[in-house]
């Protein structure tokens, strides 16, 4: 990873029912069922420890996304030579976050006006890309970069493509923030992430 310190469940569950006519229905998803969403927004330590504060988030998930490479590594995704995206994998429950709702989250915490890169972090791996599941969370997805890009009055580079396979990162990129909080925060702090977030979206509350 191109970093200048050096620092080093899941689908959708749908519920048919067949209705005695000859018409058939869907049932809405049971209360707890889990849905997915998957999204690229530079550094996927920040961006799992950013999604992991939303309320309804049952889990995350570092990864990479978006490339050819059958399970790339953790240096050939930083090669951009395999075409994936850092990305994080969220499992959510509907009931208590919407996927709108998530969104609101993603582009709140990443720099939507650049391309191929992420404050300090520069490379494709490093591009924003919303990665959608089915055609309601395009729908969403589209609707709100056109409201991005005319609440900031700028183009927005954020990718808006079908989701493919996903490929877990290795095990110590797993809530790297917790692990290693000092570094994290130093890394962060360093690479000027919030502090550019401030300037674009203004201070977060509290």
Not at 2 to 19: C, H, N, Q, T, Y
Not at 152 to 158: D, E, G, M, S
Not at 178 to 198: A, I, M, S, T
């Amino acid at each position: 990873m191109k970093r200048f310190l050096g620092l080093a469940k899941e689908g959708a569950v749908v519920i048919a029912l067949a209705l005695a006519s000859s018409a058939a229905a869907q049932a809405p998803a049971s209360p707890g069922a889990a849905a997915k969403a998957t999204f690229a927004g530079g550094c996927f330590w920040c961006v799992q420890a950013d999604f992991d504060k939303v309320p309804g988030v049952i889990s995350t998930t570092s990864g990479y996304t978006g490339g050819t490479t059958v399970n790339p590594t953790y240096a050939e995704v930083g090669s951009g030579r395999t075409g994936h995206a850092e990305a994080v994998e969220v499992v959510y429950d509907p009931a208590k976050v919407s996927y709108g709702q998530l969104l609101d989250a993603f582009w709140h915490d990443i720099d939507p006006l650049v391309k191929d890169r992420q404050f300090c972090d520069v490379g494709n791996e490093y591009r924003t890309a919303i990665f959608v599941h089915d055609e309601e969370q395009r729908r969403l997805a589209e609707e709100s970069k056109k409201r991005v890009e005319a609440q900031l009055k700028a183009p927005v580079y954020t990718e808006i493509v079908p989701a493919g396979p996903f490929y877990p990162a290795e095990e110590y990129h797993q809530n790297y923030y917790l692990k290693n909080p000092v570094r994290y925060k130093f890394y962060r702090w360093n690479c000027g992430r919030d502090q550019r977030l401030e300037q674009i979206w203004g201070r977060k509350p509290g």
